[in-house]
């Protein structure tokens, strides 16, 4: 089956912009909405779902694929080889305290992720990404920082709060990794730290967090020129099951390399 990717990347846009304005009615009233909890610090809102919902109906309308998406349960596709990865809202959180959140859309074929996007509604900003053929912001072409000066780096990472006990060794990470880097920011969305390291606003960033948050963002930062590795410097093998992901342009993730490696939990491979 030919598939022609640079039409299927377009369709995708277009649904990520059709779900953005969506969940955007929801944000301007952030203050009203009803929080559902998943579980510890895990929120969940029928914006979440809406979302979702438009995205499945407009990317099976067109393309009857596998799916998995973060709200309801997988389907099955019409072919073996392509999957669609979703997050109708990466960043929930922030969503509902009225901060920017993300749309994440990534299309597999096989272990490949061959196409993928972020959307930042909020600020109407759309990163795209094909395999092969570069990173892009509202179409303009994106590289990784270029800087290798530690004290200029500036990291992103997740921090668990009520759901600590799952994520062991969090603070102590960010602890060994704070001096003498210049900043470190909480994003509040995994694809959209992924996307800021692709354009440089960010040189790095690390997290043990799902797939489907950042296959993507994983593709933005490696067509941007930035490095992808779990917190052993392993590819894709490892990291896409794991979570445990550094993203970063050259310097910052050999210095995160460096000190993320003995912080707990170990290795689990
Ligand atoms: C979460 C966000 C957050 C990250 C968590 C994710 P959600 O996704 O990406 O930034 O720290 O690891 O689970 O729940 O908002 O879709
Ligand atoms: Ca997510
Ligand atoms: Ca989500």
């Known amino acids: 089956m030919t598939v022609d990717y640079a039409t299927v990347l377009d369709h995708m846009v277009a649904t990520a912009r059709e ?21 510890p ?71 490949e992720t061959i196409c993928g996007l972020v959307y930042n509604p909020v600020a109407d900003e759309m990163f795209t990404a094909m395999k092969g053929e570069g990173a892009y912001l509202n179409r303009v072409r994106q590289r990784v920082s270029a800087s290798t000066d530690v004290a200029l780096m500036c990291v992103g990472t997740g921090l668990p709060t009520p759901n600590l ?58 067509e941007a020129g930035g490095i992808v590795t779990d917190w052993w410097g392993r590819g894709p093998e490892v990291y896409e099951k794991t979570g445990t992901l550094i993203v970063a342009n050259p310097a910052t993730h050999a210095y995160l390399l460096e000190r993320l490696r003995d912080v707990p939990p170990k290795d689990p491979a």
């Open 41 to 111: 610090g895990d929120f969940v809102s029928d914006a979440d779902r809406d979302s979702e919902t438009l995205i499945r109906e407009r990317l099976l309308g067109r393309y009857p694929w596998g799916l998995t998406g973060e709200e309801f349960a997988p389907v099955e596709g019409s072919d073996d080889d392509h999957r669609w990865l979703v997050d109708p809202i990466d960043g929930t959180t922030n969503f509902l305290f009225g901060q920017h959140y993300t749309i994440t859309i990534a299309l597999r074929r096989g272990n």
């Open 165 to 222: 006990s799952l994520y062991p060794g969090a603070y102590q990470r960010l602890d060994e990794i704070r001096a003498p880097i210049g900043a470190v920011r909480v994003v509040g969305s995994a694809a959209n730290s992924c996307a800021y390291v692709a354009c440089g606003r960010l040189t790095g960033y690390y997290e043990e967090t799902g797939f489907i948050d950042t296959a993507a963002g994983i593709l933005l930062v490696q």
């Open 19 to 39: 779900a953005g304005a969506l969940t955007l009615e929801h944000f301007q009233r952030f203050r009203d909405i009803e929080i559902g909890i998943k579980g």
